[in-house]
């Protein structure tokens, strides 16, 4: 028995929320504090320094120390400046100076953020592929708001284009705020189960938000099924995400044959990814990074008739093993909610509505520890 238990712990982590540092300290309605400007040298590096008053530790926007800015030793398009904000932190903004008093100065750059400094992200402006305007002499400042704000701790600045007079030049600043972020690690073989209240209103509009970050192409993210074959299903598929509806007592498809939409391609890249799905009767709002997809059921489809149960990261079986039919989810679950209810903080809180089961034998616990290791460390 107490091996049971120790293969509980090890396939599903809760994960504390984050603890931020002063200078990130903010609200939703405040998100614009500077982020940077507070940080140590230490916390700047780059590709190469033209020479040690060039350096990244130099490169604070309005700074005049050392040479006034960062400049690499050479001047093309594969040189970086990168910040480590030491936490994930909410990114709203960011604005460029070149170097101070000189002819050093960036006309356009890529932007690239990370949690764990390995694998990168651009941030892309509108969908669009090309760069940041950046500047065109050495000391005016070019803020640039980002729509939408993203959440990293690491972000590179990518020079593209500099003045052909010059050399590559910068001072950055970088703005947001604090991040709350409650997240949960599924291995694979394990799943989160969620008990509503069966005294409680069912409610007559359903919604789920969260975060993924998936370290396999396919996984089931929810489930939740009734008591004649109806179910709602999300689950990643080679990368993409699908969303299954299926009824046996509306006039829909049967089971083998259920509603879908997939939104999403390539979302098993290791990064974050945001969720939201409305139900309101027929109505189905299924939203993937902000790409939204309508949908109108037809028929008499109904919610009313789910069960008052909603499985993450897997479809599991109280009590007894199962064969796997369908992959779970491995990687981790962030900021969870169903109808404004936090599940992980109440699963961080052991809430008897809360089941961790490790699918595999069928088993559960609802004693879980947590565990201190952050996500990106959790999924290496």
């Not at 760069?131 to 990293?152: C, K, M, T, W």
Request: proline fraction near 5%; aromatic fraction near 10%; charged fraction near 20%.
């Amino acid at each position: 028995m107490a091996s049971a238990a120790w293969a509980v712990l090890r396939v599903l982590l809760l994960l504390p929320t984050q603890t931020w540092s002063p200078v990130g300290a903010g609200n939703p309605r405040d998100c614009d504090a500077p982020l940077a400007s507070a940080l140590p040298r230490s916390s700047f590096s780059s590709s190469s320094e033209l020479s040690s008053s060039h350096g990244p530790g130099f490169s604070r926007l309005n700074r005049r120390d050392g040479a006034g800015g960062w400049t690499p030793l050479v001047s093309n398009k594969y040189q970086w400046l990168q910040i480590d904000l030491g936490e994930r932190m909410e990114i709203t903004a960011v604005a460029t100076q070149g170097g101070y008093g000189s002819s050093d100065w960036v006309t356009s750059y890529l932007l690239m953020f990370s949690d764990g400094g390995r694998n990168w992200k651009q941030y892309r402006r509108e969908e669009s592929i090309w760069g940041f305007p950046g500047n065109i002499n050495a000391d005016s400042v070019v803020h640039y708001r980002l729509q939408p704000p993203f959440e990293a701790r690491f972000l590179r600045f990518l020079p593209l284009a500099w003045n052909p007079r010059g050399r590559i030049g910068m001072r950055i600043e970088v703005y947001g705020c604090a991040y709350k972020s409650e997240v949960v690690y599924f291995d694979g073989q394990s799943a989160l189960l969620y008990r509503l209240d069966k005294n409680s209103l069912k409610s007559i509009r359903d919604i789920i938000s969260l975060k993924f970050k998936a370290m396999q192409s396919n996984g089931i993210l929810l489930h939740r099924e009734g008591q004649h074959g109806n179910h709602i299903t999300l689950e990643l598929i080679k990368g993409k995400l699908v969303f299954f509806l299926n009824s046996d007592n509306a006039k829909l498809p049967s089971t083998t044959a259920p509603v879908n939409f997939t939104l999403g391609s390539l979302l098993d890249d290791q990064h974050w990814h945001s969720v939201l799905i409305e139900l309101l009767d027929t109505q189905v709002n299924f939203t993937v990074d902000q790409h939204t997809h309508h949908f109108q059921a037809k028929g008499e489809f109904s919610y009313l008739d789910l069960n008052f149960e909603i499985s993450f990261g897997g479809i599991p079986t109280p009590g007894k093993a199962r064969e796997f039919t369908r992959k779970s989810f491995h990687g981790c679950l962030e900021n969870l909610y169903y109808n404004e209810v936090d599940v992980i903080e109440l699963a961080k809180k052991h809430k008897p509505q809360i089941l961790m089961m490790e699918l595999a034998h069928g088993l559960q616990d609802q004693n879980l520890e947590t565990s201190l290791i952050p996500c990106h460390q959790a999924t290496k």
